[in-house]
């Protein structure tokens, strides 16, 4: 493999860190040449100092100095700031690893596409809150979007080019989370500390949450819509606690392939910093006698309601599913901040999603998409403030 210039974005989280661990095992074969970060400036710092990148940016304005002061003498470039975040995902590089969390990584994602990058893409509220904007400008820059998060690369890797007309269903599996056994009124009242303990994946605390609700696997089906190309009634949801499984696809003839790997993130990096070739990832082998068995459920719409509002935004269409991503967003970040309870989080999402029936798109921008989120956030925040006491 000829060596790759990777720039990571969201480099401080748990995507951003799994791409540079995959990175270190390959120093030969890849350089990195820039990194960004939201708020963290001493983690950017320290990251920057080992991976030697051209230039380091961060979102929030209030490190500028501090970060240019962490890395001076280096001779990295640094920069704060929208704009900044933005330049650096624009660094000439082969590879973009998009590990923003949320709607935050949308606009300098969407500035690498604009660049005719390749895209390893985790990031997938990108696609949850603008997916027809962000995959037609993909394909109007030449840009190669790549799916990162596990299920979407094992489905890529399954389909591996043929025809999606012979796709009768692609599945997406997902482990059940921390509640799978639980009851409602136990998800309901859940801690933090009981949503954030997820059994088998080590992931940044808002993905962790959106696992725990089943939101993630929602988002997922709109994410594998977009990527894919696949109508909704093709795409389901199978709980497989084990996590060894990370898609389906069915083909018209009774074919089922499977994606199979250990549940570990290094998996689908490196797959995606090699493609079209493979490296090491450092995971363990695959054992499938040690694991013993794998088995599978139904998901349970009723006790977790997000997953079924997903459905209905997927189906719905149109602005649904940004501002069901909008709403979802600020309502983890309160149920995060000890503010409401979890079974607040699906109430709020729904309630903003009823006072969005009737809104239309017109047109299928990227701005467009984003002026959806800033509303569906206002009505969501103006929802939390007027039920303060929800369920608290
Ligand atoms: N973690 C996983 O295993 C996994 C798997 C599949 C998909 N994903 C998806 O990948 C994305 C990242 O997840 P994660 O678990 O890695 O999240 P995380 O650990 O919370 O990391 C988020 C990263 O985004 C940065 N960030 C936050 N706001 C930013 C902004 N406004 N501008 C620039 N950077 C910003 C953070 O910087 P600071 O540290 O400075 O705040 C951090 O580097 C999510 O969309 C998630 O759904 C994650």
Same mark, same amino acid.
């Given at each position: ?35 960004? =970060? ?9 990251? =920057? ?22 890395? /001076? ?6 920069? =704060? ?16 690893? =998009? ?83 639980? /009851? ?10 009981? @949503? ?14 959106? /696992? ?100 209905? @935004? ?79």
């Amino acid at each position: 493999m000829t060596r790759k210039r990777v720039v990571v974005l969201g480099a401080t989280g748990s995507v951003g860190r799994t791409a540079l661990a995959v990175i270190s095992e390959h120093p030969d074969l890849f350089s990195v040449e820039a990194l960004v =970060a939201g708020h963290d400036v001493d983690a950017l710092a320290q990251l =920057a100092r080992s991976y030697r990148p051209k230039m380091v940016a961060i979102a929030d304005e209030a490190g500028a100095l501090a970060l240019k002061s962490a890395l /001076s003498g280096t001779g990295i470039e640094t920069g =704060a700031g929208p704009q900044a975040v933005i330049d650096a995902a624009c660094i000439d590089c082969d590879i973009v690893v =998009a590990g923003i969390v949320g709607t935050s990584g949308l606009l300098p994602t969407f500035a690498a596409v604009k660049q005719g990058r390749m895209i390893a893409l985790a990031n997938k509220e990108c696609l949850v809150c603008a997916g027809d904007a962000f995959m037609a400008g993909a394909e109007y820059y030449g840009s190669r979007i790549l799916p990162l998060d596990s299920e979407h690369n094992a489905l890529f890797q399954v389909l591996d080019g043929q025809d999606k007309k012979f796709v009768t269903k692609m599945t997406l599996t997902a482990s059940g989370g921390p509640f799978r056994k639980w /009851s409602k009124e136990a998800i309901d009242s859940a801690s933090v500390e009981q @949503a954030l303990a997820h059994p088998n994946w080590s992931m940044g605390p808002k993905i962790t949450i959106d /696992s725990a609700s089943m939101m993630n696997k929602g988002l997922e089906l709109i994410e594998a819509h977009h990527i894919f190309g696949i109508p909704a009634e093709r795409l389901d949801v199978l709980i497989h606690p084990q996590s060894i499984i990370h898609g389906l696809i069915s083909f018209a003839d009774g074919s089922v392939s499977a994606g199979m790997a250990m549940p570990d993130m290094r998996v689908p990096t490196a797959h995606c910093l090699a493609y079209p070739e493979r490296i090491t990832s450092g995971v363990v082998p695959l054992d499938l006698a040690a694991i013993g068995q794998l088995s599978f459920e139904r998901p349970d719409l009723v006790r977790f309601p997000a997953l079924a509002l997903a459905h209905q @935004a997927l189906a719905a269409g149109g602005v649904m599913p940004a501002v069901m991503n909008a709403a979802n967003e600020v309502a983890v970040q309160t149920f995060l901040n000890g503010q409401c309870a979890f079974g607040a989080i699906s109430d709020i999402v729904f309630a903003v999603m009823e006072q969005a029936v009737g809104w239309t798109v017109g047109e299928r921008s990227i701005e467009r998409y984003l002026a959806v989120d800033v509303d569906a956030r206002r009505i969501a925040r103006d929802i939390i403030t007027h039920y303060a006491t929800m369920r608290l």
